[in-house]
């Protein structure tokens, strides 16, 4: 199957994930684990296809791969598809429709496409034959971050029911702010507090989604406000390369939203700081050391996340149970 967007996700298959990705987390920790999960998918093959900057994202995939024993082709800055690059730096012109088309011809058993273009993973979705998983699409979703953002949640708490979620900075341009909220209006009496400048607002479909769901949210300006009502404080980075109109200014957010050993002082004892990186200095550096501060535990559960999710997408199952009946 693909994995598109956050909101294909039922509440059973993601705690199926959630359970798989915990199995690969024990097994990777020892050398008879990592040897039985290494056969496990041996002989396949992952193209991953970078059109757009990424590092963690793309290791993060590779990893959970050559974990899995899925040999990895890869290709960073694959910008001969993209129509928004202008014409010079179009290598060949290729549309994205024809890259994949010749792509499947190579029969890879899935592809990870990260691509500048709001839509592109479901624009490659319509005309492959492979499963397609959406690495993040321009300013659309991340639906994968998403999956390893409510699992991080769900280790630490034990549950994401009845928990109050900021999630904050650049919701405007931030496709991972998008997916998240997406991906908590599947639970239960889950409270969202929204933190922006007001030009960074999260966008209407995002809010219309939650309306429809009856999800509690709000829509602050001030941190410092919010900070003592979260369990979870979700922090973005001002996404600057996104926002390419001009109409934001970007220094002045960053003056505004940085979260320190000061502002810290004002959340919960239990609750946690997450943020999907890469930071720039909306946390101050000095945060990390603060047991509160899950953005680094965050990316190391990625690996086991994405490990249950190539499963999922490659075979229609998780941990040999058909998704069917969990959709
Ligand atoms: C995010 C992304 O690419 O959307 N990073 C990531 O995948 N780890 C967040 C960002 O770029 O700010």
């Known amino acids: 199957m693909h994995i598109l967007r956050a909101q294909q996700f039922s509440r059973p298959l993601l705690e199926a994930v959630f359970q798989r990705a ?12 990592k040897r039985n999960v290494r056969m496990l998918f041996t002989g396949s093959t992952m193209s ?3 059109d757009a900057e990424s590092l963690r994202t793309r290791f993060s ?6 974990r899995l024993g899925i040999h ?5 800055n694959a910008t001969q598809f993209s129509a928004t690059y202008p014409n010079e730096y179009r290598s060949r012109g290729e549309s994205l429709e024809d ?4 792509f499947n011809t190579y029969h890879p058993d899935i592809i990870v496409l990260r691509h500048p273009e709001e839509g592109a993973a479901e624009r490659a979705a319509r005309v492959s034959t492979v499963p397609i998983i959406n690495a993040g699409d321009g300013r659309g979703q991340h639906p994968t971050q998403a999956v390893l953002d409510t699992g991080t949640i769900q280790l630490r708490f034990g549950r994401i029911d009845d928990l109050t979620v900021i999630i904050g900075g650049d919701l405007a341009y931030g496709r991972t702010a998008r997916s998240l909220a997406y991906m908590l209006s599947k639970f239960k009496a889950v409270r969202i507090i929204f933190v922006s400048p007001p030009e ?3 966008k209407a479909d995002v809010l219309a989604h939650l309306q429809e769901h009856h999800v509690v949210f709000a829509e602050h300006e001030i941190l410092e406000d919010a900070m003592p009502l979260a369990d979870v404080v979700y922090w973005t980075r001002a996404q600057r390369e996104k926002a390419v109109d001009g109409k934001v200014s970007y220094e002045d957010i960053s003056r505004r939203y940085c979260i320190d050993a000061a502002l810290m002082k004002r959340m919960k004892p239990d609750a946690i700081l997450m943020h999907p990186l890469p930071r720039n200095e909306e946390i101050h550096p000095e945060v990390d050391d603060d047991p509160r501060a899950w953005y680094f535990k965050q990316t190391g559960y990625s690996v086991p996340i994405r490990m249950a999710l190539l499963e999922l997408a490659m075979t229609n199952t998780v941990a040999g149970k058909s998704v069917t009946g969990m959709m």
């Open 48 to 50: 991953s296809i970078f």
């Open 72 to 76: 990895v082709l890869t290709s960073q």
């Open 200 to 202: 960074l607002r999260m």
């Open 61 to 66: 995939f590779e990893m959970a791969a050559h």
């Open 99 to 102: 890259s994949i088309k010749v």
């Open 22 to 33: 915990n199995e690969f987390h024990i097994l990777l920790g020892d050398a008879f684990g």
